[in-house]
């Protein structure tokens, strides 16, 4: 290892800075949420099974939640502009404005050039966990999705029920595209219920079981027509192993809502993002 330099501790005690301006982000006005989500009418139930997942549409304006059933159960959720297809959620870029573990207020980004929130959190029935001993949370955009090659890489059997290809084949059923088309739209996931952090010596990336319980929800609204998917991790609740059958795994259910039109009064819708995308040439 490299001797540190004489001034190595001056170097490495300079002051943080949160690196951009989020009290600059459009604001998440709680009271116009809440009334938005008061009277709400089911319209959709999609069950996502066992190491397996489901696809879901959601309606600009409308909510959707991720609901716990069964029995501890962790969820990798994609999310695409149903109208475009490159347009998805990008988990690096949410993580950088939001936080490592997302919670209500916290905004579901798009990937350049649109880059505008897809969808809000609009409630969390986890957000009591906060931060715990190991530095732990839920709700992570840290991690990506477990996947057979990461699972062959490391010694593994060739293993076909990993989320990215749950993933996969459900976005293949959903559009029509072929198993190797729809892999290319597969992207990295927010971590429904998943308990995850980095530790605290190596600041390697761990799990830990997922504190959800049947009856837990994330509710989303959705800011722009979306197309989602969403697997049922083979890792079940995520405290011993993934990517395997190892697992007790359980299903999670989709509810898709519709609120009281009158109750969204003065809805801001995005647009996509202003930037001309000529990046400095004439
Ligand atoms: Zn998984």
Not at 7 to 22: H, M, S
Not at 73 to 87: K, S
Not at 164 to 184: K, P, Q, V, W, Y
Request: hydrophobic residues 35%; negative net charge.
């Amino acid at each position: 290892m490299t001797r540190q330099p004489g001034d190595g501790d001056a170097r490495k005690t300079v002051p943080l800075v949160v690196a951009y301006a989020v009290d600059q982000l459009p604001h998440f006005d709680i009271q116009w949420f809440e009334k938005a989500r008061s009277r709400l009418t089911k319209i959709d139930t999609v069950t996502a099974n066992p190491r397996d997942a489901a696809t879901f549409r959601v309606d600009a304006g409308n909510f959707f939640r991720i609901v716990s059933t069964d029995a501890p159960q962790v969820g990798d959720l994609n999310l695409w502009n149903a109208r475009n297809f490159q347009e998805r959620f990008f988990s690096g870029k949410t993580r950088q404005l939001h936080a490592t573990h997302l919670t209500t207020g916290d905004r579901l980004w798009s990937t350049f050039p649109s880059f505008r929130p897809m969808a809000t959190i609009s409630h969390d029935t986890l957000d009591w966990y906060g931060w715990d001993e190991d530095g732990g949370g839920v709700h992570d955009v840290i991690g990506t999705r477990c996947d057979p090659y990461t699972q062959k890489t490391l010694g593994g059997d060739d293993y076909h029920h990993c989320c990215h290809s749950n993933l996969t084949r459900a976005f293949s059923r959903a559009t029509g595209m072929t198993i190797s088309d729809a892999e290319l739209h597969v992207h990295d996931v927010l971590n429904v219920f998943m308990c995850t952090g980095f530790t605290a010596d190596t600041h390697q990336y761990f799990m830990k079981a997922s504190p959800v319980r049947p009856g837990d929800f994330l509710e989303f609204f959705a800011e722009i027509d979306l197309l989602g998917a969403l697997s049922a991790c083979p890792g079940g609740d995520c405290g011993s192993s993934h990517s395997g059958d190892d697992a007790e795994c359980s299903p999670l259910v989709i509810e898709v809502f519709e609120p009281h039109q009158d109750d969204l009064a003065n809805w801001h819708r995005f647009a996509p993002n202003g930037y001309d995308q000529t990046h400095g040439l004439p």
